[in-house]
Each structure stands twice: as C-alpha cells, then as structure tokens.
T-cell receptor
Framework: GAVVSQHPSRVICKSGTSVKIECRSL??????MFWYRQFPKKSLMLMAT?????????EQGVEKDKFLINHASLTLSTLTVTSAHPEDSSFYIC????????????FGPGTRLTVT | GIQVEQSPPDLILQEGANSTLRCNFS?????LQWFHQNPWGQLINLFY???GTKQNGRLSATTVATERYSLLYISSSQTTDSGVYFC????????????FGDGTTLTVKP
C-alpha cells in the first residue's frame, strides 16, 4: 500500500515560535495533499488543501497567515504554524490521495504539537 | 455538503464477540473509506468501498450507495481491535475534501 510519512511525530515549542511539519508521500506522487486537525476525542477537521505548484486552499475559519502551507514538490507538503499559541496545540494529520482513477486516501501518522 | 453520521458512538465488547458499525450519509456518495485509528493516532485504511461488499480477514464492509449507508462488520473481536473507527466520504475529484463521521470508539475487553 501507499505510505505517507510525517515529521516530526511530536514537538513541544514555546508560545510565539514557529513550527514546521513535513508530510511526504514515500512511494507515490501527490499533486494534492490535505491537512487535518484533530482535537482529543474528536473527529478530523479538514484545514486546507495543499496543491503542488500553486496556493493552498483553506477551509472557512482557518487562518492562512497562521497556518502556512507549501507544496514544493510532488512528494512533499509542509505546514508551518506561525507564532504558535497554546490553543494551537493539537494533533495534525496529513493525507494524500493515490490519484488517477484511484481515490483512496492515505494518512500520515500525525504530529502532536504542544505549545507551552 | 454531505453529512456523515456514525453509530453507535461507543461500543464495549467482550473478546470474541461480533459487532456492526454503521455510517449513514445525507446523500448518495461515490467515495467511501473506513479507517481504524489506533491508540497512537495513526489512521489505518481498512476499506475503500464506494459500493458492494469487501472482506479482509475478520473484517468486512458493505456499502449500499442508493440507500446511503455503509456497514463495517468485525467478527471474533480481539483486544487489538480497540480504537476509533471512522468512515469518511469524499467527492470524485483530486481536490475533493474528506468529510469524516464522528467515529465509533470500540473497546474490546479480554
């Protein structure tokens, strides 16, 4: 099956600093990737769609200046949480669809961000 | 957009029991996946099943698109089956976004 990796798996940062999370499709190319946020004991909430070579598309209510997304290549998307605050603490998960005629999505293992 | 409802929200089973998890949609869907989120947060693909029935070991899934529901069957449950089970819908385009149900939290007791 397809493999999606995320790095780091866990990060603790101080309030006001920025944190970058990487999402990589290891054995397939992904022109589109998705970033989700999950609160404890809650479902996944789509934050944005990352598009290779163009701007990301953000869901309503998600601050694009707070959550910077860059899709630099067909296998890498990055999410940067800028000027992080404790309320940004969460579990962030990326996904990528196989594409073509296969629509299954594969998810990364997630990144747990704690802002102190 | 399409609404996704999962039931039951919580399920506690004794090891060896069978269970059925349900996913209802507010409209017909053309892409549906079932996932298991393990205790470490990893979402594991169980089935991609826009219609019909699939089986994989002790797990099977059935989607009746015209009646807007999908079922996940777990037979002879094991403690390792514990976790949260999500169904998710997304449209047919690469730029489509997934809509997740709220999940079913399954606890299998030894």
């Amino acid at each position: 099956g397809a493999v999606v990796s995320q790095h780091p798996s866990r990060v603790i940062c101080k309030s006001g600093t920025s944190v970058k999370i990487e999402c990589r499709s290891l054995d397939f190319q992904a022109t589109t990737m998705f970033w989700y946020r999950q609160f404890p004991k809650k479902s996944l909430m789509l934050m944005a769609t990352s598009n290779e070579g163009s701007k990301a598309t953000y869901e309503q209510g998600v601050e694009k200046d707070k959550f910077l997304i860059n899709h630099a290549s067909l296998t890498l998307s990055t999410l940067t949480v800028t000027s992080a605050h404790p309320e940004d603490s969460s579990f962030y998960i990326c996904s990528a669809p196989l594409g073509g005629t296969r629509y299954e999505q594969y998810f990364g293992p997630g990144t747990r961000l704690t802002v102190t | 957009g399409i609404q996704v409802e999962q039931s039951p929200p919580d399920l506690i089973l004794q090891e060896g029991a069978n269970s059925t998890l349900r996913c209802n949609f507010s409209d017909s869907v053309n892409n549906l996946q079932w996932f298991h989120q393990n205790p470490w947060g990893q979402l594991i693909n169980l089935f991609y099943i826009p219609s019909g029935t699939k089986q994989n070991g002790r797990l099977s899934a059935t989607t009746v698109a015209t009646e807007r529901y999908s079922l996940l069957y777990i037979s002879s449950s094991q403690t390792t089956d514990s976790g949260v089970y999500f169904c998710a819908y997304y449209p047919n385009t690469n730029a489509g976004k997934s809509t997740f149900g709220d999940g079913t939290t399954l606890t299998v007791k030894p």
